[in-house]
């Protein structure tokens, strides 16, 4: 049982160059959402998902993109990528939304843009 | 928004020992998990706990909502124990229910 995977794992970039995170839940979860952790600053919302076809913004969603257009899969794209993104992004899935259900998380994805 | 406050903010334990971590929340909540980040990184789920008693192994979970507080025991403490613990709470007032984390707990169990 992979629960949810994230992919890549590590990613160097230089500064402007774009690239996907990709994550993949195989728990038929509706709720998907993708985090960012920093220090001192705990994990932020990014953006998230309430089912296929439909995404939202959370806390700090400039800089970013997603699109869930399969149920299992929520990717996030960094368009033109910005030192301030260098970070540790998790993902997270949900049967129902966090208000009551229980989350999820990924192995995380350490990204650095230099 | 609610406000998380975990205590204390860095616990050393010897092997072996018994702890309490708090989790202290501003309003009421819909929602309140425990999480162990380890030193990989890595974020597991402990318990999902709104309310109530939980027990899984050495660890257990107390969450008394009518006064927004949560307790984490740690019994028998192991090196594997350590790592960062969040709580984390939804407030009954969030308009969509997002998931509040508090600053975590460092935790190191030496041998």
């Known amino acids: 049982n992979a629960g949810v995977t994230q992919t890549p794992k590590f990613r160097v970039l230089k500064t402007g160059q774009s690239m996907t995170l990709l994550c993949a839940q195989d728990m038929n979860h509706e709720y998907m959402y993708w985090y960012r952790q920093d220090p001192g600053m705990g994990l932020r919302l990014i953006h998230y998902?309430?089912?296929?076809?439909?995404?939202a913004k959370g806390e700090v969603p400039d800089g970013y993109n997603v699109s869930r257009l399969k149920k299992q899969n929520f990717l996030l794209g960094l368009e033109s990528a910005a030192p301030s993104q260098t970070s540790v992004y998790f993902c997270a899935s949900s049967l129902r939304t966090s208000f009551a259900g229980e989350l999820f998380f990924g192995e995380g994805s350490r990204l650095t843009v230099l | 928004g609610i406000q998380v406050e975990q205590s204390p903010p860095d616990l050393i334990l010897q092997e072996g020992a018994n702890s309490t971590l708090r989790c202290n929340f501003s309003?009421?909540?819909?929602?309140l998990q425990w999480f162990h980040q380890n030193p990989w990184g890595q974020l597991i789920n402990l318990f999902y706990?709104?309310?109530g008693t939980k027990q899984n192994g050495r660890l257990s979970a107390t969450t008394v909502a009518t006064e927004r507080y949560s307790l984490l025991y740690i019994s028998s403490s192991q090196t594997t124990d350590s790592g960062v613990y969040f709580c984390a709470v939804v407030g009954t007032t969030d308009s969509w229910g997002k998931l509040q984390f508090g600053a975590g707990t460092q935790v190191v169990v030496t041998p």
């Open positions: 998902s309430v089912g296929e076809g439909t995404t």
């Open positions: 706990i709104p309310s």
């Open positions: 309003d009421s909540v819909n929602n």
